[in-house]
């Protein structure tokens, strides 16, 4: 959080989430200047959940000793679903208290006028991968953020693919399984999330819990704990066979998944990033996980698509969201120039 030689302009980025935001000051070249977590305080509203951000930003300027004028533009980044060029919320799941609320313009008037610049968190986090992560030196990327759901971000050549209807991206909810699929919370049924996203995890876990199964995850559950991703991770990890099947066929629809997106857009990369990675890159599961997507991947695509494209996890965590949004106010005035 104190890079050297920082180098204007600056920027903020906003990525706001259901239970936190993250603001960030960076500079042109995507260091990140200065941090601030907050609270989005869903319950209380829309002008609470701002009142934090407007705080959050304060404290961010003042950490690295700047002032809103030395800031160029303001990127936000928000969870679907959304108006990308109306620059408002539509009605986002997890933030049901902003339904319809005009962001962009918002904080663009409470600043005075300052260019800002709205952009769905998926696709916020693939531009951060894009422009100094680990697609930093490919030309067209394929971004799946694991968590809860599944998010995606797909950018070509700079241009990240938003949709006609700002809906563009949303392979969560492609289609793997055509007959008696899985009920998927957008009310969709056998779509990718409900299969290899967190929460359908765990209702598999559960159920095969239920059905009888052998598992650390009962002692787990007897002694209190709550049954999560993290939990499953963590069985997984102390070789439990249950644990181990469960992760390895979310792997393998990320596969299905991956392939059909491969087909389509023929990527220089597809990155894995989000809190349900089991470990992630450099642990022995988060390691397998990986392994079980690209051997699927190799038994369905194309020959030379499969031997040419680089499928990695992501390297900027969770900072990949305002460095991303960031970024994308950064590309606007670029564009503007």
């Keep these: 959080m104190n890079p ?3 180098q204007e302009p600056y920027f903020v980025g906003i990525d706001i989430g259901g239970t936190n935001v993250k603001v960030g000051i960076v500079d ?5 200047l200065a941090f601030c977590k907050t609270s989005t305080d869903v319950p209380s509203g829309v002008e609470a959940g701002l009142k934090n951000i407007y705080q959050a930003i304060d404290d961010a ?16 980044a ?72 599944i998010g995606c971000g797909i950018i070509i050549d700079e241009m990240i693919i938003e949709g006609r209807h700002s ?8 289609v793997i399984q055509m007959d008696d699929g899985r009920l998927c919370d957008s009310g969709q049924y056998g779509t990718l999330e409900a299969y290899a996203g967190g929460t359908s995890l765990v209702k598999r876990c559960q159920e095969q819990l239920d059905a009888g199964r052998e598992s650390v995850l009962n ?11 993290l939990l ?7 070789n439990d ?19 059909n997106l491969m087909h389509t857009i023929d990527p220089d990369m597809v990155l894995f990033g989000g809190a349900v990675t089991f470990g992630g890159k450099g642990t022995a599961q988060g390691d397998r996980f990986l392994q079980r997507i690209r051997e699927e991947v190799q038994q369905r695509a194309f020959s030379v698509p499969y031997e040419n494209t680089i499928i990695d996890y992501a390297e900027l965590g969770a900072d990949a969201g305002y460095i991303g949004v960031a970024g994308c106010a950064r590309l606007a005035c670029l564009k503007a120039e």
Aim: net charge negative; proline share 6%.
């Design 4 to 6: 050297t030689k920082p």
């Design 28 to 32: 042109d070249a995507g260091q990140t």
């Design 61 to 76: 300027l003042a950490d690295c000793r700047l002032t809103m004028d030395d800031i160029k533009a303001i990127g936000i």
């Design 78 to 149: 928000t969870p679907g679903t959304m108006d990308i060029p109306g620059g408002k919320l539509v009605d986002p799941p997890n933030l049901p208290t902003w339904k319809g609320f005009p962001i962009r313009q918002t904080v663009c008037d409470h600043y005075g006028g300052k260019q800002t610049i709205y952009q769905n968190d998926a696709n916020a986090a693939a531009y951060g991968e894009y422009w100094i992560g680990g697609a930093r030196e490919a030309h067209s990327l394929v971004f799946w953020t694991l968590g809860t759901g």
């Design 167 to 174: 809906h563009g991206g949303e392979c969560g909810h492609i």
């Design 219 to 229: 002692d787990m559950l007897q002694q209190g704990q709550e049954l999560t991703p």
């Design 232 to 238: 499953i991770s963590e069985a997984g990890e102390q």
């Design 241 to 259: 066979e249950l644990a181990t099947e469960l992760i390895m066929e979310s792997a393998r629809c990320l596969g299905v998944g991956t392939t």
